[in-house]
C-alpha cells in the first residue's frame, strides 16, 4: 500500500465535503447514490471523468483511462478527487463499500494499483493510510465492493479518490457507504490482580515450544526435532489455503481430504509418542474456501459454517482422548474483511460454537482458537474470551513487521535490517514487544493461556537470528507457548539453509537462525531434569 503519496497531494481546494451532501444511514454512517445536484457538484471532474445514467441507478460516476496509442507505453493514472469527512469516526471500525462496474482493467505492475475508491489520510500516530475497496482486473458487472479498517482517533482530512491507477479501463461507481463495523474495539479490563496458576493444557510440561511441520509423514524430521528438543508440532492440514474462487467448496471431497490428512497424522502421532513430541491439529484450509477478498466463505454461509463445525466434530471423535494431541486448533488465520450476514456467526462466534461442539465429545484435550486479520496481535482488541468449558489457548501469529519477516516473499521487491528502520519505523524489541502488547494485554487482563502459533523471518533478512532471538525472549518472558514457521516446509523459511537466498541447499553449517531457535527447545530438556 506504499508509495501513493501522489494521491494525497492531489486535493483539490474548495470542494464542498462530500459527506455532507449525503444521505445518514440510521445507526449512524452515510449513503451517497449521486443524485443530488449537490453531491455531484462537490467533485471537480477532469477530462477522464463524467456523469452517466445506468440503468435502475440514475447518475453513476464513469473514469476512463484508454489503453496508450503508443506501443509498450505503461498506462499512466486518472482519477478524480473529493474531500471526505472521516472524524465523525474517529476510533471507530468502519465499512466503506462502493458498487462497481469495470471493463477491461488492465493487470498493474504493483498489486496495489489498479481500480481505486478509496479514503486516504494521514495521522502522526498511524502514517498514511490508504484504504482501498477490493476490486479484481479484468471486466466485472455491477458489484458491492468493500474494505473496512479502523479510522484513527487523531483523524484530520481525509481525501477520496475514484479512478485507475497505473491500468489502462473503465469504471462507473455508485452508492458509496460509511457504516459502523459491528467488531468495534473491547475495552479490555486491567492486569487481573493475583491471578491463579492457569492451564494450558499440557499441565505435566512446563512449556510447548516447537515448529509448524508441513502436512506429510517425515520420520527424519520428528527425529530430528527431537533431537533439537522440541516437544511440539503443529500439523498444517493444508491445500489451496489462500485460494479464492471455486475451491474448497465440494464438501463430501473436503471429508475425504481431511481424512487422508488424519491418515498421516496418525502415523505422526505413532512417532511422536516414542519422541515424547505433542501435537496441535491445525486446520490451516478453510471448508467452503475464500471469496475474491480472501474474506473465508463460512463466516457468510450457513452452509459452511454448519461444515466446519462437522469437520470439527468429526476430528474429535477421532482423537478424544489422545495422549499425543495438545490441542485442536480450529482455523488457521480467520480472514473476513467485511461484517458477517444478520443470522451468520463471524469469525469468533463461529469458532466458539465449534469449541461447544468438540466439549460435547471430548471435554479435556486444549482448543485454540485465532483473531481477524490473519490471527494478527491486533485482533486482541476486538475479542472478548470465549465461554466454553475446558482450556481454550488464545492464539497469535508474530510477523510484525511484516515487511521484514516476508521480504522477497511473493515478489515483495523492499529488503530491510532488524533491528533497525523498517517502512519507515524504527524496530528493536522493545518496538516488538509493543507489538505483541494487545496479546500481552489480553492475557493480564483474563489471566488466559497465549500460543504463538506461528512466527519467522525469512532466511535472507538481515538481522533475522536476532529478530527470532528476540520474539523469542519475550515470549519466554510472557510465558507463552510457540513453534517456529517452520520446520523443512518451505526453504525460505528453513532453519538447515544459510542466510544466502540463492542456495537453494541445506547448509553445511547451522545458520545463528538455527542456533537461536534450538537454545529455545534446550529449555525444554532443562525443564525435565
Ligand atoms: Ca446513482
Known sequence: MRRQGLWMAAATAGCALLCRAGEALPGGGYRETFEAEAARASFTLTPHARWVQAEGRGYVL?????????????????????????????????????????EDVTVPPDRWNGVKCMLCFETPATGKQWQNVACPTGSSDWARRTVAFEVPEGIGDALLNIGLQVSAGTIWVDNLTLTLDPRQRVKHPPPMRDPPPVSAGHDGIERLRGAMIRQAYDPEALKTL????????????????????????????????????????????????KLGIRVCIDLHTPPGGRYEDKSMRMFFEPEYADFFVEVWRHIARRYTGHPMVWAYDLINEPCQNRPSPEGCDNYWALQERAARAIREIDRDTAITVEV???????????????????????????????????????????????????????????????????????????????????????????????????????????????????????????LEHSDDEADPHPAATPPDRQKVIRKGFDLNRKAER
Open 62 to 102: 464513469e473514469v476512463a483511462n484508454p489503453p496508450s496509442q503508443q506501443q509498450g507505453r505503461k498506462p499512466g493514472t486518472v482519477a478524480v478527487t473529493v474531500p471526505f469527512d472521516l472524524k465523525p469516526y474517529a476510533g471507530k471500525q468502519v465499512v466503506w463499500q462502493a458498487d462497481v462496474r469495470q
Open 372 to 494: 481477524d486479520q490473519w490471527d494478527d496481535p491486533g485482533g486482541f482488541h476486538f475479542v472478548r474470551p470465549m465461554n466454553v468449558p475446558g482450556v481454550i489457548v488464545y492464539q497469535a501469529h508474530m510477523y510484525r513487521p511484516h515487511a521484514f519477516t516476508h521480504q522477497g516473499v511473493r515478489g515483495a521487491k523492499e529488503r530491510w535490517a532488524y533491528p533497525g528502520v523498517i517502512s519507515g519505523r524504527h524496530y528493536d524489541k522493545e518496538a516488538l514487544r509493543r507489538e505483541l502488547q494487545p496479546v500481552r494485554d489480553f492475557q493480564l487482563a483474563y489471566n488466559v493461556p497465549i500460543y504463538i502459533g506461528e512466527f519467522s523471518a525469512i532466511r535472507w533478512g538481515q538481522g533475522a537470528a536476532r529478530y527470532l532471538q528476540d520474539v523469542t525472549e519475550i515470549f519466554e518472558e510472557y510465558g507463552w507457548d510457540w513453534s517456529y514457521h517452520a520446520f523443512r516446509e518451505w526453504s525460505g523459511w528453513s
Open 226 to 273: 527431537a533431537a533439537w528438543n522440541a516437544n511440539l508440532i503443529r500439523y498444517q492440514m493444508t491445500r489451496n489455503w489462500d485460494a479464492v474462487g471455486d475451491v474448497n467448496r465440494d464438501k463430501a471431497e473436503f471429508m475425504q481430504w481431511i481424512d487422508n490428512s488424519l491418515a498421516t497424522l496418525d502415523k505422526i502421532l505413532v512417532d511422536c509418542e
